[in-house]
């Protein structure tokens, strides 16, 4: 759990960040329940820069918001 809580994308490709989220939820035992949840934990480490541009957008999912990251 705190290699997740300690997670960052740095030099990861978008989805390459997404899979780390993934396997260390997996690694942990934990299943996010809400979609909203997974965009927060999703947002919260990701590029500054990135991030800032993509809130003014909207999507749908943690999917949709994947794809206008990349």
Do not use: H, P, W
Not at 15 to 27: A, D, N, T, V
Not at 29 to 35: A, D, I
């Amino acid at each position: 759990m705190d290699k997740l809580q300690r997670l960052i994308q740095g030099s990861m490709s978008v989805e390459e960040y997404r899979q780390q989220i993934e396997l260390l939820l997996l690694g942990a035992g934990l299943r996010e329940e809400e979609e909203r949840t997974s965009i927060a934990r999703f947002l919260s480490r990701f590029n500054m820069e990135v991030r800032d541009k993509v809130k003014l957008l909207s999507y749908k999912d943690l999917d949709e918001l994947v794809q206008l990251c990349i």
